[in-house]
C-alpha cells in the first residue's frame, strides 16, 4: 500500500504562524522589560550603597533599610519647618524590668528634639512621625537591648534603623538614638 503525501492544513500552518509571533512578542516584551525597567532600579540600589556607613554603626549591630530614598531625601524639608511628632515606647521581655528606670520616654523625646535642633509645632494635620522603640533584651541575651527608630510618612515606613546597646546604661541608649538620628541625616545629604 502506497501512502499518499498530502500537504499540511491550512489551520495548522496558520496557527504555527501565530504560535511564532507570540514567542517574538514575548521575547521583545522581556527583552525591553529588563533593559528600561530592571536597570533604574539597579541604580537606585547603587546610590544607597555608596552612602558610607557611619562609625558609630560599627560600634554595635545595626539595620538600616530605606523604603524610598527620594522621600528620604524630602523628609528633611519637614523636620526643618518642624512638621514631625515623636513617638516612643518600651517593649519590656523581663518581669521585673527596670528600663523605666534607667530612661524615660520624654527624656528621649526631649533628646531627639535637641538632637534635631528644632521644636515640633503643635496641632498638626499631615506631619513626619519618628517613631522609636526601645526593646530590652533578655537576660540570656549579649545585648542588654535593642533600639528600633523608624520615619513614617502617612504611615508608611520609609526609613528603618534597628540598633543593638550593650549595657543598659541611660548614655548607652541616647548613643544609639543619637545614632539613628545621624545615620538618617547621613542618608538625606547623600
Same mark, same amino acid.
Given at each position: 500500500?502506497?501512502?499518499?503525501?498530502?500537504?499540511?492544513?491550512?489551520?495548522?500552518?496558520?496557527?504555527?504562524?501565530? =504560535?511564532?509571533?507570540? @514567542?517574538?512578542? @514575548?521575547?521583545?516584551?522581556?527583552?525591553?522589560? $529588563?533593559? *528600561?525597567?530592571?536597570?533604574?532600579?539597579?541604580?537606585? %540600589?547603587?546610590?544607597?550603597?555608596?552612602?558610607?556607613? +557611619?562609625?558609630?554603626? !560599627? &560600634? =554595635?549591630?545595626?539595620?538600616?533599610?530605606?523604603?524610598?530614598?527620594?522621600?528620604?531625601?524630602?523628609? /528633611? !524639608?519637614?523636620?526643618?519647618?518642624?512638621?514631625?511628632?515623636?513617638?516612643?515606647?518600651?517593649?519590656? +521581655?523581663?518581669?521585673?524590668?527596670?528600663?523605666?528606670?534607667?530612661?524615660?520616654?520624654? %527624656?528621649?523625646?526631649?533628646? #531627639?528634639?535637641?538632637?534635631?535642633? #528644632?521644636?515640633?509645632?503643635?496641632?498638626?494635620? !499631615? /506631619?513626619?512621625?519618628?517613631?522609636?522603640? @526601645?526593646?530590652?533584651?533578655?537576660?540570656?541575651?549579649?545585648?542588654?537591648? =535593642?533600639?528600633? =527608630?523608624? *520615619?513614617? #510618612?502617612?504611615? !508608611? &515606613?520609609?526609613? *528603618?534603623?534597628?540598633?543593638?546597646?550593650? *549595657?543598659?546604661?541611660?548614655?548607652?541608649?541616647?548613643?544609639?538614638?543619637?545614632?539613628?538620628?545621624?545615620?538618617?541625616? $547621613?542618608?538625606?545629604?547623600?
Amino acid at each position: 500500500m502506497k501512502v499518499k503525501r498530502t500537504r499540511p492544513n491550512d489551520s495548522i500552518i496558520i496557527n504555527n504562524l501565530f =504560535t511564532f509571533a507570540t @514567542i517574538v512578542m @514575548i521575547t521583545i516584551t522581556i527583552v525591553l522589560y $529588563n533593559t *528600561f525597567i530592571v536597570e533604574p532600579q539597579k541604580k537606585e %540600589e547603587t546610590t544607597l550603597s555608596k552612602v558610607e556607613k +557611619l562609625p558609630c554603626q !560599627k &560600634e =554595635t549591630s545595626t539595620k538600616v533599610i530605606i523604603k524610598n530614598y527620594e522621600l528620604v531625601k524630602k523628609s /528633611y !524639608k519637614a523636620i526643618e519647618k518642624g512638621y514631625y511628632k515623636i513617638e516612643g515606647s518600651f517593649l519590656k +521581655l523581663e518581669e521585673n524590668s527596670k528600663i523605666e528606670d534607667i530612661i524615660k520616654l520624654t %527624656e528621649v523625646d526631649s533628646y #531627639i528634639k535637641s538632637l534635631l535642633n #528644632i521644636n515640633p509645632k503643635e496641632d498638626l494635620q !499631615k /506631619y513626619l512621625k519618628i517613631k522609636y522603640e @526601645i526593646i530590652e533584651s533578655s537576660k540570656d541575651n549579649l545585648n542588654a537591648g =535593642t533600639i528600633i =527608630t523608624s *520615619f513614617r #510618612i502617612n504611615s !508608611k &515606613e520609609i526609613f *528603618f534603623m534597628q540598633s543593638d546597646f550593650k *549595657f543598659m546604661y541611660k548614655n548607652a541608649i541616647k548613643e544609639r538614638v543619637d545614632c539613628s538620628i545621624k545615620v538618617y541625616k $547621613n542618608y538625606v545629604q547623600n
